[in-house]
């Protein structure tokens, strides 16, 4: 995959294919090629066509004519899309599995020999730069073709890069970890409501609180631990609200949260 020549195709825009897709049409400068989206619906198609800097195609021609390809269908629809397309993709081509559970001895099966599989879990905050790809490269992936993929996905956040065998709990701490801080916020919200706070006026505060956490450990690299310990002044109301969440089963209630969904990502 050549700077110049870069096309990538989204398959499947739901959920997470319409975050990847928004993410990368925010990205996209002027003379990038297109972004090839394969979808099912006339009406999807048409919404797409619409819109600048997006072409919605069909599988086999998406895959003729992208040098990268993201796959954001559901698991059990990956081997019959790779079964229509396997023949139209071009050799050095890369395909980027971004489906749960699928492995690369599953994409090795389903894929031509010249083309080199990645598995990787996104999430959805990549609709707004946000997100977070963990990619685990298969073995004939060039460094050349991973930086490229990366370079890619840097519109829609960050990338790291695991072994595959910690996939099943980077889900659990990345892919799916988006919907806990939602929980959080909601829970959070409903409490504000029950004590007296208009309703829009919680979901404010409780996002600005979210945002500025998330903020203060990305900027300042300090142990959460850490930072929790500095809003937690002595014999004050924090230490109050943390007594009472230790109480209900924090920490244990995430440590079952986060083996039964590495549980389920592993099938
Ligand atoms: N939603 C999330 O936060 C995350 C989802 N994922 C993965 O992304 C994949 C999709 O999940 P969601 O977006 O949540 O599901 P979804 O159901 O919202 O989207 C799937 C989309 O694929 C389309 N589709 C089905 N068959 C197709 C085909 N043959 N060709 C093209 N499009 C087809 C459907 O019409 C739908 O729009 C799953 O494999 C999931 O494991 C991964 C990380 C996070
Ligand atoms: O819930 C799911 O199965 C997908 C994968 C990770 C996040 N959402």
Redesign the pocket.
Same mark, same amino acid.
């Given at each position: 995959m050549s700077e110049q020549q870069r096309t990538t195709a989204i398959?499947?825009? !739901?959920?997470? !294919? !319409? &975050?990847i897709l928004e993410g990368l049409l925010s990205g996209r400068r002027d003379g990038d090629p297109e972004v090839l989206a394969?979808?099912?619906?006339e009406e999807?198609a048409r919404e797409l066509d619409a819109r600048d800097g997006a072409r919605s195609v069909a599988?086999e021609e998406a895959a003729a004519q992208a040098d990268l390809h993201l796959l954001?269908?559901?698991?059990a629809?990956?081997p019959?899309?790779l079964e229509?397309v396997r023949d139209s993709l071009r050799p050095g081509s890369v395909v980027v599995s971004? &489906?749960?559970?699928?492995s690369l001895s599953d994409l090795g099966d389903l894929l031509p020999d010249e083309v080199a599989a990645i598995r990787g879990?996104?999430?959805?905050p990549a609709r707004v730069g946000q997100g977070m790809t963990v990619l685990s490269p298969g073995a004939s992936v060039s460094q050349a073709q991973l930086d490229a993929v990366r370079e890619v996905l840097a519109a829609t956040g960050e990338t790291i890069v695991l072994p595959e065998t910690q996939q099943d709990v980077a889900?659990a701490l990345s !892919?799916?970890a988006? &919907?806990y801080f939602y929980l959080v916020v909601e829970a959070l919200v409903d409490a504000g409501v029950a004590g007296g706070l208009p309703r829009a006026t919680a979901v404010e505060l409780a996002t600005q609180a979210a945002l500025g956490a998330g903020t203060m450990m990305r900027e300042t690299g300090e142990e959460p631990a850490l930072l929790r310990a500095a809003v937690t002044s002595p014999g004050g109301s924090t230490a109050a609200a943390l007594r009472q969440l230790e109480a209900g089963g924090l920490r244990e209630t995430f440590a079952r949260a986060v083996e039964a969904c590495a549980r389920r990502s592993a099938g």
């Open positions: 398959y499947g825009v !739901g959920s997470m !294919g !319409g &975050a394969v979808v099912r619906r999807q599988p954001v269908v559901k698991p629809v990956v019959e899309l229509q971004l &489906a749960l559970g699928v879990m996104p999430s959805t889900t !892919g799916s988006p &919907a």
